[in-house]
Every structure is written in structure tokens, then in C-alpha cells.
């Protein structure tokens, strides 16, 4: 799929990234189209809390288009930790949204601004796979300072595209993933929520989705995960029959299925986080991967970067 998206255009744009060291980033720069000139920032080199860096970037790298995969993602710690999240997740948004339109404005090169946000949004208590223009309805302070992005994003920029993403995983960073092949190997037994339903998504398919939409630059809001459904006792048994084919692990541990309440968390998750993704596929034209066939091929990418290292 990547092959196929990066021949989809060969004019050159260049592309300013926030969040390059996160997991998401750090997908989007080892999969970069040739067309695409990257310049990649992070919290170290940008605070896009402060408008002036903001419009400083703008205006030393004149961009075509803004990938914003910064964000404020420890779910439980945001409810101890609300004004960092909030600080990442709407304030930075704001002002990199304001610092755009202001840009756009002054008939600047236009650039086009596309934020990444999350199934969070979303109360979960829905049975249907949620659309993008389904009533959002956080439960706590992650989806809520997603939300108020989401918000000053379309209320500051009008060239603005948001995708809404769930259940990230990759070979980069800490994610669920990693973490089942460590307790694989260093516990004797697990236990895992069964009562909580997504679609396990690798970090690949939304950033070839990311790089189509750098091409098209469609405005409003769309959804990426990869097809399929799963609880996280699905997932966690998939994690480990893959990756004991693939000789990742030695054995396979017993899973127990755990309820919600039996494994109390500081924040709220949704029971369902199924995200409609029709509006995304007629956009891509093609059918976003199955969600086991991508997990089957990101531990081939593990163990190839494992066996290399």
C-alpha cells in the first residue's frame, strides 16, 4: 500500500511534523513518500504553545502542509495530570490552528492543516460503529482535551482536515503490543479486559492514510483503524499465536478474560470504540487492511528489526 500511495503523486510538497519522536511519527518518517520534503519537530525543538515559535516555523520552512501528531496520549495520567494534557492536546492545537489561518490569511502560501485525534471522543455506549458525525461525548480528561482540539481546529482553520484514530500499536515506543510479548515471556499467566471492543490498529495504516490525505488535503473530519473487531482479550490471544509463529515467543501463557471492574483504571475507556471508516475508504479507494493481517505483518517488522539489531 505504501508503494502505491507514494507513486501517487510527483510533485514535491513539503511537510512540517510535530510529534516526530512519537510513535505515530516516528511511523510517519520511516514511511515519508520521495515527493515529500520532511521536516520533522518535537516538543524540544517546537512548544506550540507558544504562538511565536509557531508562526517562526512557519514562516523559516513555509510548509504546504502540517502534520500535527503531537499530542498528550497517557490516558490515566491525564486524570492527575489535566493541565498538561490540556495543554497539549487543545492550547498547542489552538495556536498552531490560529498561527495557519493567520498565515493563510496574510497570503502566505496556503497550508493545509491535518490533526490527528481519537475514538476517545466517543462515550462508547454506542453498538454501531461510530461515523464522523456521530454526537461526541468524552468521559474523561484525554478525550476531552482531544475534543477541545478537535474544536479549535474547525472553529481557527478552515483548511483543516482532523483524522480520528483508535488502538495505535507499532514497532516504535510502548504500546500494547510490546507489552503482551513482555509479559509472554516473563509471566506464567495474564489477564486481560474482555468487555471493551476496538479495532487494533498499526501506526502504518494510519500513516499511509495521513500521506494520501497530504496529496487530496480533504477538509473535516474522518476515521482510520483497521478493519475488524477485537476486544483486548482478542487482541492480547492474537499477539501471542502470531508472534509464536513468527519464534517472537517461546510459549503461549493462559489469558483470562477479565470484566472492566475487576481491572480498575484512573480513567473511563470506552466499551466500544468501532470507528465507521466508509468516508476514509471512498477518499482512499481502497478498503482499509484487516486488523489480524496487519499485526501479522508489523511483528515481521518487529523481528526483522530485532534480528538486524
Same mark, same amino acid.
Given at each position: 500500500?505504501?508503494?502505491?500511495?507514494?507513486?501517487?503523486?510527483?510533485?514535491?510538497?513539503?511537510?512540517?511534523?510535530?510529534?516526530?519522536?512519537?510513535?505515530?511519527?516516528?511511523?510517519?518518517?520511516?514511511?515519508?513518500?520521495?515527493?515529500?520534503?520532511?521536516?520533522?519537530?518535537?516538543?524540544?525543538?517546537?512548544?506550540?504553545?507558544?504562538?511565536?515559535?509557531?508562526?517562526?516555523?512557519?514562516?523559516?520552512?513555509?510548509?504546504?502542509?502540517?502534520?500535527?501528531?503531537?499530542?498528550?496520549?497517557?490516558?490515566?495520567?491525564?486524570?492527575?495530570?489535566?493541565?498538561?494534557?490540556?495543554?497539549?492536546?487543545?492550547?498547542?492545537?489552538?495556536?498552531?490552528?490560529? #498561527?495557519?489561518?493567520? &498565515?493563510?490569511?496574510?497570503? $502566505?502560501?496556503?497550508?493545509?492543516?491535518? !490533526?490527528? =485525534?481519537?475514538?476517545? +471522543?466517543?462515550?462508547?455506549?454506542?453498538?454501531?460503529?461510530?461515523?464522523?458525525?456521530?454526537?461526541?461525548?468524552?468521559?474523561?480528561?484525554?478525550?476531552?482535551?482531544?475534543?477541545?482540539?478537535?474544536?479549535?481546529?474547525?472553529?481557527?482553520?478552515?483548511?483543516?482536515?482532523?483524522?480520528?484514530?483508535?488502538?495505535?500499536?507499532?514497532?516504535?515506543?510502548?504500546?500494547?503490543?510490546?507489552?503482551?510479548?513482555?509479559?509472554?515471556?516473563?509471566?506464567?499467566?495474564?489477564?486481560?479486559?474482555?468487555?471493551?471492543?476496538?479495532?487494533?490498529?498499526?501506526?502504518?495504516?494510519? #500513516?499511509?492514510?495521513? &500521506?494520501?490525505?497530504?496529496? $487530496?488535503?480533504?477538509?473535516?473530519?474522518? !476515521?482510520? =483503524?483497521?478493519?475488524? +473487531?477485537?476486544?483486548?482479550?482478542?487482541?492480547?490471544?492474537?499477539?501471542?499465536?502470531?508472534?509464536?509463529?513468527?519464534?517472537?515467543?517461546?510459549?503461549?501463557?493462559?489469558?483470562?478474560?477479565?470484566?472492566?471492574?475487576?481491572?480498575?483504571?484512573?480513567?473511563?475507556?470506552?466499551?466500544?470504540?468501532?470507528?465507521?471508516?466508509?468516508?476514509?475508504?471512498?477518499?482512499?479507494?481502497?478498503?482499509?487492511?484487516?486488523?489480524?493481517?496487519?499485526?501479522?505483518?508489523?511483528?515481521?517488522?518487529?523481528?526483522?528489526?530485532?534480528?538486524?539489531?
Amino acid at each position: 500500500m505504501t508503494d502505491q500511495l507514494r507513486s501517487s503523486s510527483d510533485a514535491p510538497v513539503k511537510v512540517l511534523l510535530t510529534g516526530a519522536n512519537g510513535q505515530l511519527g516516528s511511523e510517519l518518517r520511516a514511511t515519508c513518500p520521495a515527493h515529500i520534503t520532511l521536516v520533522s519537530t518535537h516538543r524540544g525543538t517546537l512548544d506550540m504553545t507558544q504562538a511565536e515559535q509557531v508562526s517562526t516555523a512557519l514562516a523559516m520552512h513555509r510548509p504546504d502542509v502540517i502534520i500535527n501528531a503531537a499530542a498528550y496520549t497517557a490516558v490515566d495520567k491525564a486524570e492527575s495530570e489535566a493541565e498538561s494534557a490540556y495543554a497539549s492536546n487543545h492550547l498547542a492545537v489552538k495556536k498552531l490552528a490560529q #498561527a495557519v489561518s493567520e &498565515w493563510n490569511a496574510n497570503g $502566505q502560501n496556503a497550508v493545509y492543516l491535518l !490533526h490527528v =485525534s481519537t475514538d476517545f +471522543v466517543f462515550d462508547g455506549k454506542q453498538s454501531t460503529p461510530y461515523t464522523p458525525t456521530d454526537p461526541t461525548h468524552p468521559q474523561g480528561v484525554y478525550g476531552d482535551s482531544k475534543f477541545a482540539g478537535e474544536q479549535a481546529v474547525q472553529a481557527y482553520c478552515p483548511t483543516a482536515g482532523i483524522v480520528r484514530t483508535a488502538w495505535l500499536y507499532s514497532v516504535y515506543g510502548n504500546n500494547f503490543v510490546k507489552t503482551i510479548l513482555r509479559l509472554a515471556s516473563e509471566r506464567d499467566a495474564l489477564g486481560v479486559v474482555v468487555d471493551q471492543v476496538g479495532s487494533p490498529t498499526w501506526t502504518r495504516t494510519l #500513516a499511509d492514510t495521513l &500521506w494520501a490525505f497530504v496529496v $487530496q488535503k480533504p477538509l473535516g473530519i474522518f !476515521h482510520c =483503524s483497521d478493519n475488524g +473487531v477485537a476486544s483486548w482479550y482478542d487482541f492480547a490471544i492474537a499477539i501471542q499465536e502470531e508472534a509464536l509463529a513468527l519464534g517472537l515467543i517461546k510459549k503461549l501463557i493462559p489469558v483470562t478474560p477479565l470484566r472492566t471492574e475487576e481491572y480498575p483504571t484512573p480513567a473511563r475507556r470506552p466499551a466500544f470504540s468501532v470507528l465507521d471508516k466508509r468516508t476514509t475508504e471512498d477518499r482512499l479507494g481502497y478498503k482499509l487492511p484487516y486488523w489480524r493481517n496487519s499485526l501479522r505483518e508489523m511483528l515481521m517488522e518487529l523481528k526483522q528489526k530485532t534480528t538486524t539489531v
